[in-house]
């Protein structure tokens, strides 16, 4: 069954949990980041060679540490699946897929 959330309206809502973000799409613009007020998300600096390493918002990279900067879903578990991050990502990067309860 379809994980669902009784609102104190009385509305059914199905939180669409943030399942999957294509980083080939990415810009790591951090507009999701900013969105999401779960600790979710977390911002990857990858080098030539493919290392990950975190990186800030707001970090230029001055020395040239790492080639592109993509969002990750670091923190799967805080996700309360309002899908705030995908409605504002300019590049369609999402993907969203509701819980089974
Ligand atoms: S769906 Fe909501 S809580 Fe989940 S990552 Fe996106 S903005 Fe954060
Ligand atoms: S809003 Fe979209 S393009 Fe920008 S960092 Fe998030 S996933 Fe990447």
Redesign the pocket.
Known sequence: MTYTVTLPGGKLWTP???EHIEEEKCIGCGR?FR????D??QLVGIDDEGERMAVSLGDDDDDGEYEKKVMT?ANPE?????????KICPKKC?T?APAEA
């Open positions: 669409q949990f943030a999701c969105v999401c007020g779960r979710v998300l879903i805080n996700c309360v699946g309002c899908e705030a991050c995908s999402y969203h």
